[in-house]
């Protein structure tokens, strides 16, 4: 019981209470039809950001190495998340499994490319990771507007970089046209797979966090060269952090592309993986709940401020940066401290009057 | 701690934006109401506004004449599919029962999806790509489909014998101008046009097109066709003079506006030749009357998008005219009369006379061959 109540414990099973909360609420305001439907449509890519918050947080958090291409392996889970469901519309007829292989599928691509990627960008560090993952999600981007990928009427699949495979035979499809992207997708995605989702992508973290793993990951963080000394394999470490990093950002892209009739390679941008690194700084480095709420608050955000009309992005901005300011004022930070320091010792007090 | 902050803005920001848009009154219902969504922001913004602001006028027009009224209402997309859902939902709630669609091609194929779904009726001004309707029966088009463009344009040439060898310059990650691009080189192979450079850029290279433009020099074109929009194009043109080389330009509607750009040199772009359905400078009285209003008002010439969008509010009031719906009927019942006016009737607007539209949805109407002379726009033949 003691070991249960250990203050981590307590904080990851906040995380697990605050998802599922947030889900039963949101399932009640459907069922009892008090929810606009632009929040109804809102709930898909909410769950989709947390979970690419959280994938992002375990690289930037723990492993703690900046990365400015989070959205390459969005763009990777999405497009073969889709090709695999557009490819297997026919096989597989429940469109939850349908979903289910396709982020799985998404996940397993975006790992390999994690692999293909990482093997260069880990043997750097600081800054200079920084930029060569912001580079490789340009090459990703560019990659996928410049792939065509076509399947014949007998399944056989043809794949043409620039201009479309030449031995494509009449009556085949297009899965992938280049700049054009794909079209034509059925919407698949749902709020309860987001759900399980990111309940998932929770549970793969926090255990890897408290792992052997997850230790050696961030004695990696905390002092690279201790933590080489005591004999810990960093290159394995760091591989594993941001291979898993990208396999979970992986299936969050295939959910997402699912949930949309067009998706194109250029969604997923440099803006795109800003944006989510914003949600992870915002809601701390390393810190999984904070994560969870900046992205699905910063989804809503400036949906909610369409009052506004023209002047909405210029609001969103102002309260990005007066969030920004107030996550980081000491004198709201000693204020909460205060109160935690309070709640702490009456705590004490009760337990001693149980005594 | 940040965490306990966060939660605490997080929770109110809720609370305040689920009480702003909750407790909407019932009241009768006294106009048509009239969705869309565009790039009101971003750098699309320029063909989000001409359609908001054009849509505007036709309606003010419209209920002016006290017969059936309307009333408008635009979100922004951001040219962004995401947004643009959201956008659409959030027009659901204010209660829309027509739908003008996305102004982009991108974000359209993504609302129709949703307003197919929902049974909406979608007349979009300015989406040009097939997808947006094909495989459903909600998407109306005012402009032509990108496919349409091309083999046009392709025609157009062979017909006029414009040009014997012909570059393409193409933006490849744009979805319209690969779209364009397609279909003029199945219908050039198909006329025997001989096709002798095709070179292409992207986002980010948009700014020097000498490798390209040396390719179709090299390559002796006497024609070089440009499907894009006007900013790259008037970057392509004026390089070229620069380089000595004055091939026949020819551009697609996109490349309407180009005259508009702040500081251009218009001595450059003199003999551009573009097939357009709309024409700013026609002496039609309706297009002078629907440029001088747009002009007072909003203080530049406006576009074929701007045409368009005045149009499809027309074509819709129209229909419902014709159809003697009432204010009260809902979106599904909306759409059966809608669908049924448009595949029968014929319209009268800016960008042609008698546009008849399929059951796909895809608009007839003629294009226009425009060639730029003395700063303007001037109908070829």
Known sequence: MKKLLRKDNIKNLSSYILVIVAFVVCQILIGAKAMPSMYQSLLIPVCVYIVMALSLNLTVGILGELSLGHAGFMSVGAFTGVAIALALKEVITATWLLLAVAMVCGAIMAAIFGVIIGIPVLRLKGDYLAIVTLAFGEIIKSLFTNLYMGIDPEGGFHIGLITKPEDLVEGSKMLINGSIGISGVQKISTFTAGFILIIISLIIIFNTVKSRTGRAIMAIRDNRIAAECVGINITKYKMTAFVLSAAIAGAAGALYSLNYSTISATKFDFNTSILILVFVVLGGQGNMIGSIIAAAVLTILPEALRQFADYRMLVYAIVLILIMLATNNPTLKMFFDKIKKAIRFKKKEEAKEDM | ?381
């Open chain 2, 1 to 381: 701690m940040k965490k306990i902050l966060a939660l605490i803005i997080a929770v109110v920001m809720m609370v305040a934006c689920f009480t702003a848009c909750g407790g909407q009154a019932e009241t009768e219902a006294t106009a048509f109401k009239i969705g869309g969504t565009g790039p009101l922001t971003g750098p699309a913004a320029i063909y989000g506004n001409a359609v908001k602001n054009a849509a505007e006028i036709a309606v003010e027009e419209i209920n002016a004449k006290g017969g059936i009224q309307l009333e408008l209402k635009y979100e922004d997309d951001a040219h962004d599919a995401e947004k643009a859902v959201s956008a659409y939902n959030s027009l659901k709630d204010w209660g829309m029962q027509i739908f003008l669609g996305s102004v982009t091609s991108k974000p359209c194929e993504a609302t129709v999806a949703e307003a197919a779904n929902d049974n909406y009726f979608l007349l979009t001004p300015s989406a040009s790509s097939t997808a947006v309707i094909k495989d459903n029966d909600v998407g109306f088009q005012m402009c032509f489909t990108d496919p349409n463009q091309g083999s046009a344009s392709a025609q157009y040439i062979s017909d006029k014998g414009l040009g014997k060898k012909i570059a393409v310059i193409y933006k490849s990650d744009d979805v319209y101008s690969t779209g364009v691009l397609e279909t003029f080189k199945a219908k050039a192979a198909e006329l025997k046009l001989q096709i002798v450079s095709e070179t292409a850029f992207a986002d980010g290279t948009d700014t020097d097109f000498t490798a390209q433009l040396k390719d179709a020099q090299d390559k002796g074109a006497d024609l070089v066709f440009l499907p894009m929009y006007y900013t790259p194009a008037y970057l392509i043109i004026s390089q070229a003079n620069q380089m000595g080389y004055a091939p026949t330009w020819f551009g697609v509607d996109g490349m309407d506006g180009v005259l508009t750009i702040e500081g251009a040199d218009t001595s450059l772009v003199e003999g551009v030749m573009l097939l357009t359905p709309f024409n700013a400078d026609s002496t039609d009285e309706k297009t002078a009357a629907f440029v001088k209003k747009y002009q007072e008002k909003f203080g530049e010439v406006p576009n074929q998008f701007a045409a368009d969008a005045y149009d499809c509010v027309y074509a819709i009031a129209q229909a419902l005219e014709n159809a003697k719906a009432t204010y009260d009927m809902d979106n599904v019942k909306l759409l059966e009369v809608l669908k049924e006016q448009f595949t029968s009737m014929k319209f009268d607007g800016l960008t042609g006379d008698g546009m008849t539209w399929d059951t796909d949805g895809a608009v007839t109407k003629s294009p226009k061959g425009m060639i730029i002379k003395d700063a303007a726009y001037v109908g070829l033949d």
